[in-house]
């Protein structure tokens, strides 16, 4: 077997205080990793600096603790996982489907409307805090992307049919 640390080669079966152990399970020398010390947590850990590959997106970059990322996957998949989850909770928070035409197939389909422009703080997409998504949402309606673009299309025109889809929304 060989070492997956060091690349040395190392038995598949010792003997130790007497007792004969099978050691094919084993990923580490004793060199690495001394018998029963169950110390390999530290070994499979990628080091401060160490080549990685993301495993969502594939890209290969480099570990930094405290730059968003983590072993497995980069800084850049790690702020979509993040933003995934949070629209997820903020869909859900806001009755999970359009308020006009009912529409809950698609949560990318998903989109949320300002009722007045005015009082619009932030962009949601850009907001990581469920406390201030909450204050956010709480001035916003769920609208699928084609009731969300047939409503800004009506704002520009009349008033009366735009009266008649803030009814409807509210």
């Not at 598949?12 to 018998?35: E, Q, W």
């Not at 530290?42 to 594939?58: S, Y």
């Not at 730059?67 to 009755?95: A, H, P, Q």
Request: hydrophobic share 30%; with cysteine.
């Amino acid at each position: 077997m060989i070492c997956k640390n060091c690349n040395k080669e190392f038995k598949m079966r010792v003997t130790i205080d007497g007792k004969s152990h099978n050691l094919c399970g084993r990923r580490y020398c004793f060199a690495c990793s001394p018998f029963k010390k169950h110390n390999t947590i530290r070994l499979e850990t990628p080091k401060q600096g160490a080549l990685c590959i993301c495993r969502k997106c594939g890209k290969e970059y480099i570990y930094m603790r405290h730059k968003g990322m983590t072993k497995t996957n980069c800084s850049g998949c790690c702020t979509t996982i993040v933003r995934n989850k949070l629209k997820l909770k903020m869909i859900e928070y806001k009755g999970g489907k359009c308020k006009i035409c009912g529409y809950q197939e698609c949560k990318d389909a998903l989109c949320f409307h300002h009722r007045n422009s005015t009082t619009k703080d932030l962009a949601l997409s850009k907001i990581q805090s469920w406390a201030k998504a909450k204050a956010e949402l709480d001035k916003c309606e769920i609208l699928c992307i084609n009731c969300h673009m047939e409503v800004h299309e009506k704002l520009e025109g009349s008033d009366k049919i735009i009266q008649m889809i803030i009814d409807k929304i509210i």
